[in-house]
């Protein structure tokens, strides 16, 4: 029905991927969504080689791979030497995804400024541009496909129903067009993201927009969140007690809707940020916050 895995962007300058991998296989999980990190898009191709083959001997998947930082939304600003540097980081990131043996590369779009509103359309139009050139550069590199992100913002789509349906036709129209040379634009939801106004008003719901997007969705991340969306955590006991979303009401929802999912092969991964990094009395507290999170999904989602 549905693998697990882990996003990597909790162990980012504390832990070793090593670390990570041992982790993983203690909780039996084989599917790792790399995040993004500042060095990567610079690093040499034989640094991503080696990487895949300690993931191998492991017997950890690296399946996708999505940034971590948002710092691929240079399309949207309207300066031409952004827009330029998004570009030339996100063909590298693909490039780095095909070396890791990747189906997936996704990122959230990027964010218009608050105080350039009146820039997000073209932005939007900026964006898809490029990535129906994007579309042929991952199939010219042996990716399945590009996803990307639903966010929790009216200056980060997309956000509402209608900016999902619109980014994600509008590239596969062009990838029906183009099917011989070009992979499809999925998208990765995610259960923590619902939109709350100024006024902290909901807008959409976390499962609304989550229910929307299944037939767009390609993957998502497992994340819990308070009532406006305002902070995220994950799925301890206490996490729980505090928390918006109810695994087994998430659970509900995807078998519900099996049939609606575009791919076979759907993985959810788990996708928190762990205790404060940088602190002695912190850091060492990572181990425990995913394996408690871990350990409560795999509860729901993999009893019969």
């Known amino acids: 029905m549905i693998e697990l895995g882990i996003k990597s962007d909790a162990i980012e300058y504390r ?23 500042f060095e990567m898009y610079s690093l040499e191709d ?14 950890i998947n690296i399946k996708s791979t999505f940034t971590a930082h948002r710092e691929l939304g240079g399309f949207f600003i309207g300066d031409p030497y952004m827009e330029k540097v998004a570009r030339k980081n996100f063909e590298r990131f693909i490039q780095v995804s095909s070396i890791l043996g ?14 350039q509103f009146h820039l997000k359309e073209s932005g939007i139009e900026c964006y898809l541009s ?4 994007l579309q042929q550069f991952a199939f010219e590199s042996g990716l ?9 913002c009216m200056a980060e789509p ?17 990838h029906k067009k183009n099917k011989t040379n070009t ?8 259960i923590s993201h619902g939109l709350a106004d100024e006024t902290q008003q909901i807008i959409h719901s976390n499962t609304e927009l989550f229910e929307h997007a299944i037939p767009m969705m390609a993957e998502f991340h497992f994340k819990n969140t308070d009532a406006i969306f305002s902070s995220t955590f994950g799925f301890s006991k206490e996490e729980q007690q505090k928390g918006i979303v109810d695994l087994e009401e998430l659970k509900n929802c995807i078998e519900k809707n099996l049939q609606l999912f575009p791919v ?19 850091d060492i507290l990572l181990r425990k916050n995913l394996s408690e999170s871990l350990i409560a999904i795999k509860n729901v989602f993999e009893k019969s």
């Open 15 to 37: 832990f070793s991927y090593e670390w990570l991998f041992d982790l993983m296989a203690d909780h039996n999980i084989k599917n790792l969504q790399m995040g993004s990190t």
């Open 158 to 174: 997309p956000t509402t129903p209608q900016e999902m349906n619109y980014m994600i036709n509008t590239l596969n129209d062009y």
């Open 183 to 190: 992979v499809p634009v999925f998208l990765c939801g995610d």
């Open 144 to 152: 399945k496909g590009l996803n990307m992100e639903p966010m929790s």
């Open 264 to 282: 076979n092969d759907l993985v959810g991964y788990l996708e928190i940020s762990g205790p404060k990094t940088g602190r002695d009395y912190s």
């Open 46 to 59: 034989g640094y991503f080689h080696k990487l895949k083959e300690k993931a191998d001997q492991r017997g």
């Open 102 to 115: 990747a189906d997936y590369c996704g990122s959230n779009p990027g964010a218009v400024l608050r105080d």
């Open 130 to 133: 490029h990535m129906k050139e």
